[in-house]
């Protein structure tokens, strides 16, 4: 790609300005995940709730800090060591210099077109991890929902029953919608508005107590919203 070609996508500038965002926000998430990783084990021999709790406060604190950088006010002020700085303040230096410095023409020193090469490159290393984590999630996203699709959905009294017994045991109250396919290999819950239990055929051979015992446990994910969290951990990572 030619220089001109670049600029006219992304300027230092830019570049620059994109990175010292990913740097600040991965320096503000270092502290959530701290913590989570302390709590949790601490938590070790405790119930496998409360580490969940740990790990979904966790996800909920990165994306308010990055959020949070991306808003007009920084709500964020903090103090950096001068080792952590000094790459925000080069990048600073690019944003600042990027307008006198007359890249497109060729006649600007050797330094500063290396330091916005490895710019460049480094936002466009983060670009692809963020690709590399969104792309697998919104395929298999889009996989089980056809799985859903083709899946025969059950309305019998023999599931009804002990769904309607688990719901009450657990105190829910929200519809929730059964399915079994042969594609399934064990039941699993999806759906955040409309959550879908779907099943393995080999549910048919199941009595009422294995049927309410695997009900029970699916509804919990679905009361606890893990699906919701996954993909809001996914996006987190990304």
Do not use: K
């Not at 007359?102 to 460049?120: E, K, N």
């Amino acid at each position: 790609m030619t220089p001109i070609a670049e600029a006219a996508l992304l300027t230092p500038a830019d570049s620059a300005r994109a990175v010292s965002t990913v740097y600040t926000a991965s320096l503000l998430a270092l502290l959530p995940i701290a913590l989570a990783v302390v709590a949790a084990f601490v938590l070790r021999r405790r119930s496998a709730e409360g580490r969940a709790l740990v790990w979904r406060s966790a996800i909920v604190a990165l994306i308010l800090v990055y959020v949070g950088r991306q808003l007009a006010f920084h709500w964020m002020d903090w103090v950096l060591p001068s080792t952590l700085a000094a790459p925000l303040i080069a990048l600073g230096r690019v944003q600042v210099t990027s307008a006198t410095i007359p890249s497109v023409l060729g006649d600007s020193s050797q330094t500063a077109l290396d330091f916005v090469s490895v710019v460049r490159f480094v936002l466009a290393v983060y670009v692809i991890g963020v690709l590399g984590v969104l792309l697998p999630t919104a395929t298999a996203s889009l996989r089980i929902r056809r799985l859903i699709e083709r899946a025969h959905p059950i309305d019998d009294d023999s599931w009804s029953t002990p769904l309607a017994d688990a719901q009450r045991a657990l105190g829910m109250s929200r519809s929730v919608r059964l399915f079994m396919s042969a594609e399934v290999a064990v039941p699993m819950t999806v759906g955040v508005l409309r959550p879908v239990i779907a099943l393995p055929w080999s549910a048919h051979d199941w009595d009422h107590s294995q049927r309410r015992m695997v009900l029970l446990h699916e509804l919990a994910h679905v009361r606890a919203a893990d699906w919701v969290f996954n993909i809001a951990g996914r996006i987190a990572c990304a």
